[in-house]
Structures are given as structure tokens and as C-alpha cells.
Nanobody, 124 residues
């Protein structure tokens, strides 16, 4: 069982930055690929970014490329999402997720463990 707790959300103006953190309770954090997803009101949950077990492989959704960066620190059992140049369309609840595999995935159904979410609101 893995428990995930996100933090770092908030309200910012367009062009601003936020850094989300996701702390995991896993005994061996490096056994899990990690992902970030988001869900805006009235919309489906969508993939944002994912990272493999050691951070050597990452993938980002086209909508956030060049602006968001996923990373992880296995010594701290934590995954991060650095978000720069935020836009109003980035407004959503952001969820981190852990996959029971070392290989990353862009599919939400591949992730067995989910955090409670943290809200990001970007005003124009």
C-alpha cells in the first residue's frame, strides 16, 4: 500500500510559477513510476507528466511541454512538478499517482495509488 500526499497548490496570476510536491509512504519508492494528472471542473482527468523509477525517463503532455517539468528524489520519497509560465487553462485539481512498475505510463488506469489532489488556480 502506498499513500500519497500532494502539496504546493495555490492561486497565481498568469505567467507565474508553482512547484507541486508529492510525498509517498512507500517502503521502496524507487519501485514505482510516478505520474501527475489534472482534472478541471466538467472535464475528464488528463495526463500531465510521468517519470520512471530513477528519473532517467520522463514524458510530458504536449500542452505543458517547455513549461512543466517532472522530477523525483528517491532519497526523499518525493516527486515534484515544477510549473512555469502558468496559463488560466492550467487551472485544475492536480493529482499525483504511483504505478506498481518501474516503467512510466501516460494512462491513468495503469496507476494503482492516488493522492487526494491539490488545487491550482491561474487568473488572467
Amino acid at each position: 500500500q502506498v499513500q500519497l500526499v500532494e502539496s504546493g497548490g495555490g492561486s497565481v496570476q498568469a505567467g507565474g510559477s508553482l512547484r507541486l510536491s508529492c510525498a509517498a509512504s512507500a517502503r521502496t519508492f524507487s519501485n514505482y513510476a510516478m505520474g501527475w494528472f489534472r482534472q478541471a471542473p466538467g472535464k475528464e482527468r488528463e495526463f500531465v507528466a510521468a517519470i520512471n523509477w530513477n528519473g532517467g525517463s520522463t514524458v510530458h503532455a504536449d500542452s505543458v511541454k517547455e513549461r512543466f517539468t517532472i522530477s523525483r528524489d528517491n532519497a526523499k520519497n518525493t516527486t515534484y512538478l515544477q510549473m512555469n509560465n502558468l496559463k488560466p487553462e492550467d487551472t485544475a485539481a492536480y493529482y499525483c499517482a504511483a504505478r506498481g512498475s518501474i516503467w512510466l505510463s501516460q494512462k491513468s488506469y495503469d496507476y494503482a495509488y492516488w493522492g487526494q489532489g491539490t488545487q491550482v488556480t491561474v487568473s488572467s
